[in-house]
């Protein structure tokens, strides 16, 4: 299961840092994402991408989680060499992460 | 209780004009509002004024003006604009004579001045976010311009300004300036003020909340994006928003598009820093009541910092590019060996770049080696960019991907370049106190 069944996800970006948010499409699954969707999760996903800090908000509200990530832009979006300055697809990527087919089990560690 | 009509027209400077028509016509609105500038642009307008006293304004102003305008006439719709980039005086000039060629006689138009800081700055030792003074940049600097809040646009609108037009001001408080002049908010009632940033915040984008940015086949459909409705806002006296669009306009406003704008560019959404409040996200709540209609409630506010943020523009460094394709079986070799080759090159022939990239497009240009594994391409785009202090220097790096026509891999096809000069933008914060504005007005 990827993260992209359960969630949808949008990207901004304010100089060098990136948010991507992490919103349940149902929100009964909501803590199954505060669950597994962790900031040292998302930390090695974009390993090489992000330099800096990965900083987690979680918005029960809405069902959602935002991660907040800094020196991931490559200087920021208006020095950046990345084909992709804005960082617009780092949400795509998000939502291409495994997750454990048995999530709803909560057997997972 | 009253409601007024805000429609959102631009979500940035080249956005599509027809939603915005759409919107005028047919929108019932009361007001239009179109947020067209980016980071950068202010600065980059800044160097069309010194080369051209009048210039330095949105270059789509008076397309948008000409097709906007009569609807907005006939059907009593304000509008509020950031196009005035660098010089709304210019633009509001520029915006009366339209109106005068429409016909459009005693329509009012108001500039709001004073987010050009440059003159004070220049010489400050203020901090900036890149680990310098603002004086260290010497005369790199380009632009320097303060985030207005929404006080002195709905001054305007109070003064009967028919069209608002402002440099640089926080995005939302295009909105929010609309919102006080209605609704006659005190600028001390922080959740109010906070409700108003909401309304700003998920209009602003315009196509962002209707669908656009959104779609994402067989998971997330959204219907004639080709002919995207912009939104409208339904806005209460007490800050109560319902997000809608045009019936009959394509796209779609649901719990999920306003959710993913709702976080669209916000860090700790408990505390979203603008000039006239800090507001509060962190408790909102958006419940669908209908087709292409959405509650949002639960936004609030805290005291405003008295600190405004400032967008510095300075010429940065050069940026040299160039890019080649290969195809076909071992593409991928011979794209990974075409970018030895050009580093080697730029190395022997002493091009210094303080940063230099390379990608291959079609493999792992996006999110690089670790996420993209695995992946074989039939084809690939090399793509060799590094920045350098001169712009002869950034010229050398293109050039050397375009040698790889003869002396390079077999096969390269499709080779082009550039080089150009990187005009950044790094911020810092004053108090609000420095900042004087001002407004002027035209009548056609």
């Given at each position: 299961?990827?993260?992209?069944?359960?969630?949808?996800?949008?990207?901004?970006?304010?100089?060098?840092?990136?948010?991507?948010?992490?919103?349940?499409?149902?929100?009964?699954?909501?803590?199954?994402?505060?669950?597994?969707?962790?900031?040292?999760?998302?930390?090695?996903?974009?390993?090489?991408?992000?330099?800096?800090?990965?900083?987690?908000?979680?918005?029960?509200?809405?069902?959602?989680?935002?991660?907040?990530?800094?020196?991931?832009?490559?200087?920021?979006?208006?020095?950046?060499?990345?084909?992709?300055?804005?960082?617009?697809?780092?949400?795509?990527?998000?939502?291409?992460?495994?997750?454990?087919?048995?999530?709803?089990?909560?057997?997972?560690? | 209780?009253?409601?007024?009509?805000?429609?959102?027209?631009?979500?940035?400077?080249?956005?599509?004009?027809?939603?915005?028509?759409?919107?005028?016509?047919?929108?019932?609105?009361?007001?239009?509002?179109?947020?067209?500038?980016?980071?950068?642009?202010?600065?980059?307008?800044?160097?069309?004024?010194?080369?051209?006293?009048?210039?330095?304004?949105?270059?789509?102003?008076?397309?948008?003006?000409?097709?906007?305008?009569?609807?907005?006439?006939?059907?009593?719709?304000?509008?509020?604009?950031?196009?005035?980039?660098?010089?709304?005086?210019?633009?509001?000039?520029?915006?009366?004579?339209?109106?005068?060629?429409?016909?459009?006689?005693?329509?009012?138009?108001?500039?709001?001045?004073?987010?050009?800081?440059?003159?004070?700055?220049?010489?400050?030792?203020?901090?900036?976010?890149?680990?310098?003074?603002?004086?260290?940049?010497?005369?790199?600097?380009?632009?320097?311009?303060?985030?207005?809040?929404?006080?002195?646009?709905?001054?305007?609108?109070?003064?009967?300004?028919?069209?608002?037009?402002?440099?640089?001001?926080?995005?939302?408080?295009?909105?929010?300036?609309?919102?006080?002049?209605?609704?006659?908010?005190?600028?001390?009632?922080?959740?109010?003020?906070?409700?108003?940033?909401?309304?700003?915040?998920?209009?602003?984008?315009?196509?962002?909340?209707?669908?656009?940015?959104?779609?994402?086949?067989?998971?997330?459909?959204?219907?004639?994006?080709?002919?995207?409705?912009?939104?409208?806002?339904?806005?209460?006296?007490?800050?109560?928003?319902?997000?809608?669009?045009?019936?009959?306009?394509?796209?779609?406003?649901?719990?999920?598009?306003?959710?993913?704008?709702?976080?669209?560019?916000?860090?700790?959404?408990?505390?979203?820093?603008?000039?006239?409040?800090?507001?509060?996200?962190?408790?909102?709540?958006?419940?669908?009541?209908?087709?292409?209609?959405?509650?949002?409630?639960?936004?609030?506010?805290?005291?405003?910092?008295?600190?405004?943020?400032?967008?510095?523009?300075?010429?940065?460094?050069?940026?040299?590019?160039g890019q080649i394709s290969y195809?076909?079986?071992?593409?991928?070799?011979r794209g990974r060996l075409a970018i030895?080759i050009v580093?080697?090159?730029?190395?022997?022939?002493?091009?210094?770049?303080?940063?230099?990239?390379s990608d291959l497009i079609?493999?792992?240009a996006?999110?690089?080696?670790?996420?993209?594994?695995?992946?074989?391409?039939?084809?690939v785009r090399v793509r060799v960019?590094?920045?350098?202090?001169?712009?002869?220097?950034?010229?050398?790096?293109?050039?050397?991907v375009?040698?790889l026509?003869?002396?390079g891999p077999?096969?390269g096809?499709?080779a082009?370049?550039?080089?150009?000069?990187?005009?950044?933008?790094?911020?810092?914060?004053?108090?609000?106190?420095?900042?004087?504005?001002?407004?002027?007005?035209?009548?056609?």
């Amino acid at each position: 299961m990827k993260l992209r069944d359960i969630a949808h996800s949008r990207t901004g970006d304010k100089g060098n840092t990136s948010n991507v948010s992490v919103i349940a499409y149902d929100p009964s699954d909501y803590e199954l994402l505060c669950a597994y969707v962790t900031t040292d999760r998302v930390k090695q996903l974009f390993d090489g991408i992000v330099n800096g800090e990965v900083t987690r908000y979680e918005l029960p509200g809405i069902g959602a989680l935002n991660f907040v990530m800094t020196e991931a832009l490559g200087g920021g979006v208006t020095r950046s060499l990345a084909i992709d300055a804005h960082g617009k697809s780092l949400s795509s990527a998000l939502l291409n992460m495994d997750l454990p087919d048995d999530l709803r089990s909560g057997s997972y560690e | 209780m009253r409601t007024i009509r805000i429609g959102a027209g631009a979500g940035y400077s080249g956005d599509r004009i027809e939603p915005a028509v759409e919107l005028a016509e047919k929108g019932k609105l009361d007001y239009l509002v179109f947020e067209c500038l980016a980071e950068r642009t202010i600065a980059l307008a800044q160097a069309a004024r010194l080369k051209d006293p009048s210039a330095g304004f949105d270059p789509l102003l008076e397309a948008r003006m000409k097709a906007v305008l009569p609807a907005c006439r006939a059907n009593g719709v304000r509008i509020v604009t950031n196009m005035g980039a660098a010089n709304p005086v210019s633009a509001a000039r520029a915006t009366t004579a339209i109106a005068r060629q429409l016909g459009l006689r005693g329509l009012k138009i108001a500039a709001v001045t004073g987010d050009d800081v440059l003159g004070d700055l220049k010489n400050s030792d203020r901090h900036l976010d890149i680990g310098c003074t603002v004086e260290g940049l010497g005369n790199r600097i380009a632009s320097a311009n303060a985030y207005l809040g929404g006080a002195s646009i709905a001054q305007a609108l109070r003064d009967g300004a028919d069209v608002v037009i402002t440099g640089r001001a926080a995005d939302p408080s295009l909105f929010l300036g609309p919102l006080i002049h209605e609704f006659d908010w005190a600028m001390d009632d922080w959740p109010l003020l906070g409700r108003g940033i909401l309304v700003g915040h998920l209009l602003e984008c315009a196509g962002q909340v209707t669908g656009g940015y959104f779609a994402d086949p067989g998971y997330k459909d959204v219907k004639d994006l080709a002919r995207l409705g912009f939104p409208i806002g339904e806005v209460r006296e007490d800050g109560d928003l319902i997000v809608t669009k045009v019936a009959g306009s394509g796209g779609r406003v649901t719990a999920a598009t306003v959710k993913e704008q709702l976080l669209y560019e916000i860090h700790d959404p408990a505390r979203y820093f603008q000039p006239d409040v800090v507001a509060d996200f962190s408790r909102v709540q958006v419940e669908e009541i209908g087709e292409d209609r959405v509650h949002v409630i639960g936004a609030s506010g805290t005291p405003k910092t008295g600190e405004l943020k400032v967008s510095v523009g300075y010429i940065d460094s050069y940026v040299g590019e160039g890019q080649i394709s290969y195809a076909g079986p071992g593409a991928h070799e011979r794209g990974r060996l075409a970018i030895e080759i050009v580093r080697e090159r730029l190395a022997l022939s002493g091009v210094e770049t303080s940063e230099l990239r390379s990608d291959l497009i079609g493999s792992n240009a996006l999110h690089g080696e670790n996420l993209s594994l695995g992946c074989q391409p039939y084809e690939v785009r090399v793509r060799v960019i590094g920045r350098t202090e001169t712009l002869a220097e950034a010229r050398r790096i293109g050039e050397e991907v375009e040698t790889l026509y003869t002396n390079g891999p077999a096969g390269g096809g499709g080779a082009w370049k550039s080089a150009r000069e990187v005009v950044a933008v790094a911020s810092t914060l004053i108090p609000e106190a420095d900042v004087r504005t001002a407004v002027q007005y035209f009548e056609a």
